[in-house]
């Protein structure tokens, strides 16, 4: 990721209009009984496009806009964003995966640990966490429905942060095809 | 450089791991009138508007999206809705039906108490099949030979005369309704006591005739016409006396007195027969009250 001031304006809008959004109209629709979560998917996405300490910073800031638009306890859901967006942009530093389907599989990975670990953070600070049948079921299915939004989520940020990442998977994926298979040099 | 970046990562998540541990504990640690409690409330009093705003302007947005939603709930509903309809449907008929009985059971009970019909060993038989064609109007039911049912036994219900059996075998009978073209029954009219006969009206499903009546003027309408029983020991009449058949609906007046035609409703609804009577000994040596249900 280049920082530069409009990368982080960036950011920032997409950490406001991404939570407004979720607050206002996706939290609404349900599907199967269930409403999408688009703030683990975020902060994933901008995770694996621009590192871990991106992600971890979109992570934190978008679950600290979460708990204060909501008046829930502060620092937890950015704690859970925050390692979220970590994970998922260390995965692109160790492993740079490029095939397509990537998103999808970090877009529910990430949804499961977001689920799983703000009831598992809710227990732990003594709030009667949902542990039933009905639960397990509801994690399935925002899971599910996560995994269909995470490829237009993650291509709507790539879009968004395109001029500022030094190496787009796709663009490098093609190029070494085209080239023969010879890794292009680094625009930084 | 390597180094750098990675202290400098692993500085960053610990400043913000940090950052909400702290944030954590100073919530939980502080009461609701705390500083962050009030920095939250400052922060909601700013974004409310703007949610609002993007609430707002993204309804057309959900109500897209609703409406995909409703149509699947809609359908989905108007299935389960479907299949308790069809239940319901179901229960109603099944209540019906009982009704239905329990009313021809009723009517029955009058009517053979009536005419004192429970002389002639009357069975019960339900219809199971029936003539698809207007002017042959013949049922079937479900007593045969082997339940003593005989030709030309009266069929009643409780409403009045239905027919006869026109032909009997084994487990079923073919009884011929009062409205068949071949079908006819000596008949009284309750009132005047006059004689008559009493044929189905051709051409005109579902309407009985009477004609050639030496003293019409006897007969008005509304007169209950009833069987006339055995009158003569040469030609037996099937039909036990005092069974109603019908209530005058129409007197036609013709040129002469012997050119009236009485037309004659018939009292048992022959369109809605489901439960009847056979009549197994109509020649019994009862002679029933000529008194209308």
């Known amino acids: 990721m280049i920082w530069t001031p409009a990368a982080i304006f960036r950011l920032v809008a997409l950490c406001l209009v991404g939570g407004i959004f979720q607050l206002t109209a996706v939290s609404q629709f349900t599907i199967f009984g269930v409403p999408a979560d688009l703030s683990p ?8 496009l621009a590192g871990s300490i991106a992600g971890a910073a979109f992570g934190f800031s978008l679950g600290l806009f979460m708990d204060t638009a909501l008046l829930q306890t502060l620092g937890l859901t950015s704690l859970v964003l925050l390692i979220v967006g970590y994970y998922a942009g260390r995965l692109r530093e160790l492993r740079d995966p490029a095939h397509g389907l990537v998103p999808v599989a970090v877009g529910a990975v990430a949804t499961a640990v977001a689920v799983v670990g703000l009831a598992l953070m809710q227990f732990l600070l003594g709030f009667e966490a949902p542990a039933s049948l009905q639960f397990v079921r509801q994690v399935l299915l925002v899971i599910v429905l996560n995994s269909l939004l995470a490829l237009p989520v993650y291509a709507l940020v790539r879009r968004l942060l395109l001029p500022f990442l030094p190496d787009d998977p796709r663009r490098r994926r093609r190029r070494a095809y085209t080239t023969g298979g010879l890794s292009p040099l680094s625009r930084t | 450089m390597y180094d750098k970046a990675v202290r400098r990562r692993r500085a960053v998540l610990a400043v913000l791991v940090v950052l909400c541990l702290v944030l954590l504990t100073a919530y939980f640690g502080e009461s609701s009138g705390g500083g962050l409690h009030s920095v939250q409330r400052g922060a909601m009093s700013v974004l409310t508007p703007i949610q609002e705003g993007a609430n ?31 239940a319901l449907r179901l229960e109603v008929a099944a209540l019906d039906q009982r009704g239905h009985a329990l009313y021809g059971e009723r009517a029955w009970r009058d009517a053979a108490a009536a005419a004192n019909l429970n002389a002639y060993e009357p069975i019960q038989a339900r219809m199971f099949a029936r003539s698809p064609s207007t002017f042959y109007s013949r049922i079937e039911i479900n007593r045969g030979s082997k ?8 069929v009643v219900n409780g409403e009045g005369l239905v027919g006869k059996v026109f032909s009997v075998s084994g487990p079923s009978s073919v009884v011929m309704l009062l409205t068949d073209q071949d079908f006819g029954v000596s008949a009284l009219d309750a009132k005047s006591s006059e004689p008559l006969s009493v044929e189905a009206a051709p051409g005109t499903p579902g309407d009985l005739l009477i004609d050639f009546v030496p003293n019409a003027r006897a007969v008005r309408r509304g007169d209950s016409i009833v069987t006339a029983g055995t009158t003569s020991e040469r030609l037996p009449s099937p039909f036990p006396p005092g069974i109603l058949i019908g209530i005058v609906s129409r007197v036609d007046i013709g040129d002469g007195e012997l050119d009236r035609r009485i037309h004659v409703k018939p009292a048992a609804d022959l369109r809605r027969l489901d439960t009847v009577r056979v009549l197994t000994k109509p ?9 209308t249900p």
């Open chain 1, 41 to 48: 998917l975020l902060a994933a996405s901008v995770g694996l």
């Open chain 2, 56 to 86: 707002k302007a993204l309804k057309p947005l959900r109500d897209l999206f609703g409406w995909f939603g409703d149509t699947l709930d809609a359908k989905s509903e108007r299935d389960k809705l479907k299949g308790e309809r069809d």
């Open chain 2, 147 to 154: 339940d003593g049912v005989e030709v030309n036994d009266p």
């Open chain 2, 283 to 291: 020649a019994a040596e009862l002679r029933a009250s000529t008194k």
